[in-house]
């Protein structure tokens, strides 16, 4: 059996595509010949990064959604379906985290609300489930197809303050193998379900964490450096090449894995 990573021709429904990660990772799919459709909801910024993705000789469209809308997000499908006829790659991008419900000297554990902990848990969590009911009907109606979560390196050690987070991308993980066992138990054993668990980069969502408003390095952004034995934050970039692999048939026996992508930060204790 040869390695093929050819996915000239498929196509890839992206939430979360207009942000710092789902950017990248729709670029550079558009750059291997597949067909991107942006979910997200914002549609100046899914505009913007599938204009981008033309320009550069891609394939790409964008329609507005909300992960947690089951109804805009069944609209999506079937315009995804009426432009590009099928889906083969769906990547849940859509996350992220709230200072809300993260603990801090100015936010006691004891004081975070319900709600702020639920958006956390909503975004991370239910967006996945709803989007991979949404689209993975089409997996099971065609017998195969790709799920690509987003994890974090918080699912295997919970980070301090990041009390919801830690918990929602833990969730993220059971969630991917629950669901990668159903789909091969119940539809087809030709659809995978996976997820990339990035270590730290600098991006919106922990930025405040790791620097302070001149740029230096925050406690916890020297203690990330110090337990990561590359020493240094990751790029987006870097996360592309696992994609990449886990869409293709060359990962055709990788199901309900989670590839941590994190500099060796999750193999080191500190001692």
């Given at each position: 059996?040869?390695?093929?990573?050819?996915?000239?021709?498929?196509?890839?429904?992206?939430?979360?595509?207009?942000?710092?990660?789902?950017?990248?990772?729709?670029?550079?799919?558009?750059?291997?010949?597949?067909?991107?459709?942006?979910?997200?909801?914002?549609?100046?910024?899914?505009?913007?990064?599938?204009?981008?993705?033309?320009?550069?000789?891609?394939?790409?469209?964008?329609?507005?959604?909300?992960?947690?809308?089951?109804?805009?997000?069944?609209?999506?499908?079937?315009?995804?379906?009426?432009?590009?006829?099928?889906?083969?790659?769906?990547?849940?991008?859509?996350?992220?985290?709230?200072?809300?419900?993260?603990?801090?000297?100015?936010?006691?554990?004891?004081?975070?609300?319900?709600?702020?902990?639920?958006?956390?848990?909503?975004?991370?969590?239910?967006?996945?489930?709803?989007?991979?009911?949404?689209?993975?009907?089409?997996?099971?109606?065609?017998?195969?197809?790709?799920?690509?979560?987003?994890?974090?390196?918080?699912?295997?050690?919970?980070?301090?303050?990041?009390?919801?987070?830690?918990?929602?991308?833990?969730?993220?993980?059971?969630?991917?193998?629950?669901?990668?066992?159903?789909?091969?138990?119940?539809?087809?054993?030709?659809?995978?379900?996976?997820?990339?668990?990035?270590?730290?980069?600098?991006?919106?969502?922990?930025?405040?964490?790791?620097?302070?408003?001149?740029?230096?390095?925050?406690?916890?952004?020297?203690?990330?450096?110090?337990?990561?034995?590359?020493?240094?934050?990751?790029?987006?970039?870097?996360?592309?090449?696992?994609?990449?692999w886990l869409c293709s048939d060359a990962a055709s026996f990788v199901n309900g894995a989670v590839i941590p992508i994190d500099g060796g930060f999750s193999a080191h204790w500190g001692v």
């Amino acid at each position: 059996m040869s390695l093929n990573f050819d996915l000239t021709g498929q196509t890839a429904v992206i939430t979360g595509g207009s942000g710092i990660i789902g950017s990248v990772i729709a670029k550079e799919l558009a750059k291997k010949g597949v067909r991107v459709a942006i979910i997200g909801r914002s549609t100046d910024k899914a505009k913007a990064v599938a204009d981008q993705i033309i320009r550069d000789g891609g394939t790409a469209i964008f329609c507005e959604a909300d992960v947690l809308d089951k109804k805009s997000l069944e609209e999506a499908k079937n315009f995804v379906c009426a432009v590009f006829g099928k889906v083969d790659i769906l990547i849940n991008g859509a996350g992220g985290n709230d200072t809300k419900a993260t603990t801090s000297e100015e936010l006691s554990f004891f004081d975070i609300q319900a709600d702020s902990l639920k958006k956390v848990f909503d975004l991370n969590v239910t967006g996945a489930i709803l989007t991979t009911q949404v689209f993975g009907k089409l997996f099971a109606k065609e017998g195969s197809g790709c799920v690509i979560n987003i994890s974090s390196m918080a699912a295997y050690h919970p980070l301090t303050k990041t009390v919801a987070y830690s918990a929602a991308k833990a969730a993220v993980n059971n969630f991917t193998q629950w669901m990668a066992v159903h789909f091969n138990q119940n539809y087809s054993t030709k659809i995978r379900v996976n997820a990339i668990a990035p270590g730290f980069l600098l991006t919106s969502q922990n930025r405040f964490l790791m620097q302070d408003e001149s740029g230096e390095l925050t406690e916890r952004g020297q203690s990330v450096l110090t337990k990561t034995p590359m020493g240094r934050f990751g790029e987006p970039e870097e996360l592309v090449g696992a994609i990449l692999w886990l869409c293709s048939d060359a990962a055709s026996f990788v199901n309900g894995a989670v590839i941590p992508i994190d500099g060796g930060f999750s193999a080191h204790w500190g001692v």
